[in-house]
């Protein structure tokens, strides 16, 4: 090969350019833009993570608090339960109960067993009604 037929490759003498330029690029003007609002979005998401931490601790303590006070609220309906049953049992002994318990007794059988009251069970208890009952439960 002849000198004079080869072409010398040199490093070119000017400094490459891109091909947009910088200054008047979209990407320039959005770039802080951009920066801007990831500093932000960081800001933000420590702010909401802290936020919902303390929201955690809150609703773990008032859980607390009302598993307490549910604890207690049982223990004193519990407590009240068996002293009204010890004050039920004590006034039904009491003897002014009893005599009442004894009138009203008697104000029953002279209901049932007086002239309306007689014929009022006739038919509440009639044993025809047994008969009929199946009868119509057959032919239905």
Same mark, same amino acid.
């Given at each position: 090969?002849?000198?004079?037929?080869?072409?010398?490759?040199?490093?070119?003498?000017?400094?490459?350019?891109?091909?947009?330029?910088?200054?008047?690029?979209?990407?320039?003007?959005?770039?802080?833009?951009?920066?801007?609002?990831?500093?932000?979005?960081?800001?933000?998401?420590?702010?909401?993570? #802290?936020? &919902?931490? *303390?929201?955690? @601790?809150?609703? $773990?303590?008032? #859980?607390?608090?009302?598993?307490?006070?549910?604890?207690?609220?049982?223990?004193?309906?519990?407590? #009240?339960?068996? &002293?009204?049953?010890?004050?039920?049992?004590?006034? @039904?002994?009491?003897?002014?109960?009893? &005599?009442?318990?004894? *009138?009203?007794?008697?104000?029953?059988?002279?209901?049932?067993?007086? #002239?309306?009251?007689?014929?009022?069970?006739?038919?509440?208890? $009639?044993?025809? $009604?047994?008969?009929?009952?199946?009868? $119509?439960?057959?032919?239905?």
């Amino acid at each position: 090969m002849e000198l004079s037929k080869v072409a010398i490759i040199a490093a070119p003498t000017k400094e490459p350019q891109a091909v947009t330029n910088p200054s008047s690029s979209i990407i320039a003007i959005s770039l802080p833009t951009l920066v801007v609002i990831l500093r932000c979005q960081r800001v933000l998401a420590a702010g909401s993570l #802290s936020l &919902h931490t *303390k929201i955690i @601790w809150f609703v $773990w303590q008032f #859980s607390q608090v009302v598993r307490i006070f549910a604890s207690q609220v049982y223990s004193v309906l519990k407590l #009240s339960r068996y &002293h009204a049953a010890i004050l039920g049992r004590t006034i @039904w002994k009491t003897k002014s109960i009893q &005599h009442l318990r004894k *009138k009203i007794v008697f104000e029953l059988f002279t209901l049932m067993l007086g #002239s309306c009251g007689n014929s009022l069970c006739l038919v509440l208890f $009639w044993p025809g $009604w047994w008969f009929l009952g199946i009868t $119509w439960l057959i032919i239905c």
